[in-house]
């Protein structure tokens, strides 16, 4: 039985400036899992919508596999681009050199990491630094909504050994969405994977 699946959903932007995504044209291999923009509320909003991404983080086309993590949950370097590149240019906007990761799965109560991207002599974290602990903050996602048994009110993205797989997923792209501290990834999904 074939799965129905909007076009809309198949990733095949490769323009630094898009909004979401980093994949070849022509591979509809992975499905980008949709989800909102981040967006601060209240006081803070009209310093928001920063526009620092990290620009395409992979030298492969269709995105950083979560199965090349090496038993250390890293990735090879020479499967960044420019790995030991500051992550942050501008480090001293990310105030105390924290930002947050938000994740926001289809289905699932959105969650936010934190993360430390400014090292102790004032610099930022390089790419890969930066890319490995993004990649963790989704591992410990799907082990916390696993672990916890959270109902998933769309089952089409439900997480777990019956769903999606944290192995299945692919980083496509991090960006800064909100006044320098406030993160989130593009996730691809290999389309054999989905329930």
Not at 10 to 25: E, Q, R, W
Not at 127 to 135: A, G, K
Not at 145 to 172: N, S
Request: hydrophobic fraction near 35%; proline fraction near 7%; aromatic fraction near 8%.
């Amino acid at each position: 039985m074939s799965q129905l699946i909007d076009p809309s959903q198949i990733s095949s932007d490769s323009s630094l400036s898009g909004a979401l995504g980093f994949v070849t044209p022509g591979t509809p291999l992975c499905i980008r899992v949709p989800q909102a923009i981040f967006t601060l509320k209240g006081a803070h909003q009209a310093k928001s919508q920063a526009s620092d991404p990290l620009p395409h983080v992979a030298t492969v086309s269709r995105g950083l596999p979560f199965k090349c993590l090496n038993m250390y949950g890293e990735f090879p370097p020479e499967m960044i681009e420019n790995p030991d590149d500051p992550a942050i240019e501008d480090i001293d906007r990310a105030g105390n050199g924290v930002v947050h990761l938000h994740i926001l799965w289809p289905g699932y109560e959105g969650r936010t990491s934190s993360l430390t991207c400014k090292q102790a002599d004032g610099k930022s974290v390089t790419r890969l630094e930066f890319i490995n602990r993004v990649t963790m903050a989704f591992k410990r996602f799907f082990s916390t909504v696993q672990k916890e048994g959270e109902i998933c009110t769309e089952p089409k993205w439900r997480i777990g050994d019956d769903g999606i797989k944290f192995t299945d997923l692919r980083l496509g792209r991090i960006m800064n969405v909100a006044s320098n501290k406030h993160w989130q990834a593009d996730i691809l999904v290999e389309l054999r994977n989905l329930p």
